[in-house]
């Protein structure tokens, strides 16, 4: 079994800054990517960054210039610092995790139970 543990949402003012956290932990033999969706009220589901195992990242266009993704491989953790929020990153952001686990070849997914990020105007 694999767990993501996130932490770092809550209520912010629109310029402010938030920075969310997650930690993998479980049966992992590798990791292809970690990265952080949100999905906002009436709407889907949307990547916002991702770091992949190569040390490349890619980013929203909504995002870009405001957030930043690092990943530390040693402990499994991925952060996002979000920077000049906007009231329409408002969204429950969750945490993936593309993974090979033990033994096997395939890969599987991941996701945390998601944090809650409101930007107030």
């Known amino acids: 079994q694999v767990q993501l543990v996130e932490s770092g949402g809550g209520l912010v003012q629109a310029g402010g800054s938030l920075r969310l956290s997650c930690a993998a932990s479980?049966?992992?033999?590798?990791?292809?990517?970690m990265g952080w969706y949100r999905q906002a009220p009436g709407k889907q589901r949307e990547l916002v960054a991702v770091s992949l195992s190569n040390d490349n990242t890619d980013y929203a266009d909504s995002v870009k210039g405001r957030f930043t993704i690092s990943r530390d491989n040693a402990k499994n953790t991925v952060t996002l610092q979000m920077n000049s929020l906007k009231p329409e990153d408002t969204a429950v952001y969750y945490c993936n995790l593309d993974f090979i686990p033990p033994g096997s070849y395939r890969h599987l997914e991941a996701w945390g139970q998601g944090t809650l990020v409101t930007v107030s105007s």
């Open positions: 479980g049966s992992i033999f590798s990791i292809n990517a």
